[in-house]
């Protein structure tokens, strides 16, 4: 039993109110379509972090088929920072994963939030030992697990410290807020936390996407309006996209835009407002930017019109796709206005001009995008594709380019669902077997360098895989298992045993070069050990402190490696423990 004087209750009573109306307002604001301003920001969280707050990433931002749904702080570029509990609560789930978040924390608090922490180097002590435990109960690295026992905290509690596990590329803490019982991320800037943001975000340029055939400036291509002060010509119509991202004072790294609204000729077209989003919903970001320029570059540019297949709640407006046409010689204005979630706004116009009618322009033949289709390819092969897995209606062909390589679909389509993809094997001796296993498909960039991996499987002289992306694919056998070698600090002058002597943990790198690895384990004298795996880093390690090994002993050490189309490579060796 806890005991807290009268003030102290008072204290946390402001703190869970703070949390429930700051719930309450988003839910009227969703409602009402409210804009955000710095004097409507709630209450009731604390920073993560004892160190000023400096954004490397925000809620909204457009990331590789996801939008970025929390805040990347910085921790002055190393680890090890305390990480706070932003507000009272108990431990809900841990996870700790090669990948993604790595090693994260779910605290669920009284008023309905749930604040997550990921990326972390290690957790408090007492939920590091029991997660621990758990590691050798289930004999697993990577565990996503729910306490049953209580890990509570009181807001501004050391839960952990910072660090780079998982899919991080630098040391941050990502932070989310998230509403308990729907678990939907609510964007953190809601709350007050102390970030000093006074630049408006940056309008770069309107975006000019003909429709079957119409014309921009004479050309029926996407064309880049940087400059306002132009009239820009078009024929037909025409849909718009906006070039914008957001920076705020104390770094230079690129934000994505809280809200946006395009007028036309003084009148509301088109508008949305990222005050929470949907993890199902999560690969819907790729209707939301016009896919073929951020895939290709990177440049978060906005659609200013909803696909049918997107689903996403951020729109106010219920026109699906708003498109411009204006006969020869009338004009129309076209206004931009975005917003960051402190209020600094940037606004800016493009006149349009209808120009002269264009030439007969025959659109290419579409799929729906809500019905299934099946293409052959001219010289075998073939791609199916689910109903809904585009977001608008689609073009789609498989087509043999040279002897070996295969190109599937337009690049630059964004593609929701995986398509299925056959391939007729290589041509070989008739006396040569072919392999029953180890095929992938590849995609590669001009220079060669390897861009994406997707394991196949065999069926009627044909390679099987699916994939989301658009883009040339060779079908390349995969037969040569991963590499496993001892870290150099270990090895000894006879080469024969690892030494140990003065070191805390046994190091080993684990690489692959094709297929990718799959899953990597340890054992010492037979029983399994804790390898944690860092695949960013090549490497895996066992931590002494365990203590799951005999001390001053020579103990056989085992490793496996296997990678994603099965291959299988061991280390087997001795190691002096001290």
């Not at 070191?503 to 054992?523: I, K, N, P």
Request: glycine fraction near 8%; charge should be negative; proline fraction near 6%.
């Amino acid at each position: 039993m806890i005991f807290r004087s009268p003030f102290a209750r008072l204290v946390l009573l402001m703190r869970y109110l703070g949390i429930f109306f700051g719930i309450l307002f988003l839910a009227v604001s969703a409602q009402k379509g409210w804009g955000q301003s710095p004097g409507l920001q709630r209450l009731g969280l604390a920073s993560p972090l004892p160190i000023p707050l400096v954004l490397a990433g925000n809620f909204g931002e457009l990331r590789t088929n996801h939008f970025h749904t929390g805040l990347d702080f910085k921790t002055q570029g190393k680890e090890g920072v305390p990480v706070l509990a932003a507000a009272d609560g108990v431990i809900s789930r841990v996870k700790v994963s090669p990948y993604g978040y790595g090693k994260a924390l779910y605290l669920n608090s009284p008023g309905g939030l749930t604040t997550v922490y990921a990326h972390l180097q290690k957790f408090d002590s007492a939920l590091e030992r029991w997660v621990l435990e758990e590691h050798y109960r289930l004999n697993r690295f990577a565990v996503n697990l729910y306490p049953k026992r209580s890990f509570s905290f009181e807001q501004g509690d050391t839960i952990g410290w910072s660090g780079n596990s998982g899919g991080s590329s630098g040391p941050h803490l990502h932070f989310e807020v998230r509403e308990t019982r729907s678990e939907m991320p609510l964007n953190p800037l809601l709350w007050n936390f102390p970030i000093e943001d006074h630049l408006p975000p940056q309008l770069d340029a309107l975006w000019f996407l003909p429709c079957n055939g119409a014309q921009v400036q004479g050309k029926d291509a996407p064309f880049r309006a940087k400059h306002s002060r132009d009239t820009i010509s078009i024929s037909g119509s025409i849909r718009f996209a906006v070039e914008a991202l957001d920076r705020l004072d104390a770094a230079n790294n690129t934000c994505g835009v809280f809200a946006l609204e395009a007028r036309l000729n003084g009148e509301s077209w088109f508008s949305w407002q990222l005050d929470t989003l949907d993890f199902s919903l999560k690969l819907d970001m790729n209707a939301h930017a016009y896919f073929p320029v951020w895939d290709e570059q990177g440049v978060q540019v906005y659609r200013l019109h909803r696909l049918p297949g997107n689903r996403l709640p951020v729109y106010k407006e219920s026109a699906l796709s708003p498109e411009l046409s204006l006969s020869p010689g009338t004009s129309a204005v076209v206004a931009i206005r975005i917003e960051d979630i402190h209020g600094n706004q940037s606004e800016r116009e493009w006149t349009v001009r209808g120009g002269d009618a264009y030439g007969e322009c025959v659109p290419p033949e579409l799929y729906p995008y809500d019905q299934s289709c099946f293409v052959s390819g001219l010289r075998g092969g073939s791609v199916s594709a689910p109903a809904d897995a585009f977001y608008d209606d689609f073009w789609l062909e498989l087509e043999e380019v040279g002897e070996e390589n295969w190109s599937l679909g337009s690049v630059g389509q964004a593609v929701r669902k995986k398509l299925t993809v056959r391939i007729p094997l290589p041509a070989s001796d008739s006396s040569e077997v072919v392999p029953e296993r180890g095929w992938v498909a590849t995609m590669r960039e001009k220079d060669g360098e390897l861009k994406a991996v997707y394991p196949a499987t065999l069926s009627e002289g044909e390679a099987v895989f699916t994939t989301r992306r658009f883009g040339t694919y060779a079908l390349e056998l995969d037969t040569i298992p991963p590499a496993i070698q001892p870290n150099r600090v270990h090895l000894s002058a006879s080469g024969s045993i690892l030494r140990m002597s003065g070191r805390s943990e046994l190091r080993f790198s684990v690489t692959d070069d094709l297929s990718g690895l799959e899953e990597v384990e340890g054992y010492i004298d037979g029983n399994w050990v804790l390898f944690r795996w860092d695949p960013k880093r090549e490497h895996i390690w066992y931590e002494l402190s365990d203590e799951k090994h005999r001390s001053r002993a020579e103990l056989r050490v085992k490793i496996t490696a296997k990678d994603a189309v099965g291959n299988v490579m061991e280390w087997d060796g001795i190691v002096a423990f001290p």
